[in-house]
């Protein structure tokens, strides 16, 4: 428990410096913000980790989880090579219904359309050790509005195309816009995996772990906060579930 009270998981989308981005803002940062976020990571010894890692590996006040939902394609052209360069780790939620599409829930709120990864930019991503491929369910839907057993076939499924396309098991889940059905748990467990992430959480467990955004707004004292233990405590007490 004292563990997962002390998970630092940070919970990013698109990087880039395209025009058609900024209207994905707070969930698009610059190439800058993003070497300011890895700058940050390696000068005060963080150490970056994925859920393989956690599952098999000693646990340290350390450990930093860089998390990717939708995963646009222009992740490629930046983030993912600085990642490569810095010989750091990172988790990529996909949404299996989207594999080649677009980000169709963004659209129709009227923002810009990006592209996301390819079937077989998947595959290229998934050859390199330090990056882990997750499961951001198949249709992008808000989980604690569908009933159980269409959300056990939104786990179920994601979770299976992932494994046919990248041939390893898929033991991580990120709840789109981070709602967390009731029966969060069980279902979870039944489909198979191991970790879970959503945003707002009144109490962390493995299946119900909490993540903090990291924007462009931010800099270098407000993410000292946003890894420091003080700032979980703050947010166990202000999570609104």
């Known amino acids: 428990m004292i563990y997962w009270n002390n998970t630092k998981i940070i919970m990013l989308h698109h990087v880039s410096d395209l025009v058609e981005f900024k209207s994905l803002?707070?969930?698009?940062?610059?190439?800058?913000?993003?070497?300011?976020?890895?700058?940050?990571?390696?000068?005060?010894?963080?150490?970056?980790?994925?859920?393989?890692?956690?599952?098999?590996?000693?646990?340290?006040?350390?450990?930093?989880?860089?998390?990717?939902?939708?995963?646009?394609?222009?992740?490629?052209?930046?983030?993912?090579?600085?990642?490569?360069?810095?010989?750091?780790?990172?988790?990529?939620?996909?949404?299996?219904?989207?594999?080649?599409?677009?980000?169709?829930?963004?659209?129709?709120?009227?923002?810009?359309?990006?592209?996301?990864?390819?079937?077989?930019?998947?595959?290229?991503?998934?050859?390199?050790?330090?990056?882990?491929i997750g499961s951001h369910s198949v249709t992008h839907r808000k989980l604690n509005q569908l009933n159980d057993n269409d959300i056990l076939q939104e786990l179920i499924h994601s979770k299976k195309e992932l494994e046919r396309i990248t041939k390893k098991e898929v033991i991580s889940f990120a709840h789109p816009f981070g709602e967390m059905p009731?029966?969060?748990?069980?279902?979870?467990?039944?489909?198979?995996?191991?970790?879970?992430?959503?945003?707002?959480?009144?109490?962390?467990?493995?299946?119900?772990?909490?993540?903090?955004i990291f924007h462009n707004g931010d800099n270098t004292a407000s993410l000292k906060k946003k890894l420091s233990i003080n700032y979980q405590i703050y947010r166990a007490i202000r999570d609104r579930f």
């Open 25 to 132: 803002e707070p969930y698009s940062i610059s190439n800058s913000k993003f070497s300011e976020l890895l700058d940050y990571i390696e000068k005060n010894h963080f150490r970056t980790r994925n859920f393989y890692d956690i599952k098999n590996q000693k646990r340290s006040h350390k450990d930093v989880v860089i998390t990717f939902d939708d995963c646009s394609r222009e992740l490629l052209n930046f983030a993912i090579p600085e990642l490569i360069k810095r010989n750091m780790k990172a988790v990529f939620y996909i949404p299996t219904g989207f594999i080649n599409s677009f980000n169709e829930w963004d659209v129709i709120e009227g923002k810009d359309q990006v592209d996301f990864f390819s079937e077989q930019e998947i595959i290229e991503i998934s050859k390199y050790s330090n990056f882990e």
């Open 182 to 212: 009731s029966d969060n748990k069980n279902l979870l467990e039944k489909a198979g995996y191991l970790f879970a992430c959503g945003i707002y959480v009144k109490r962390q467990n493995k299946f119900a772990l909490r993540r903090f």
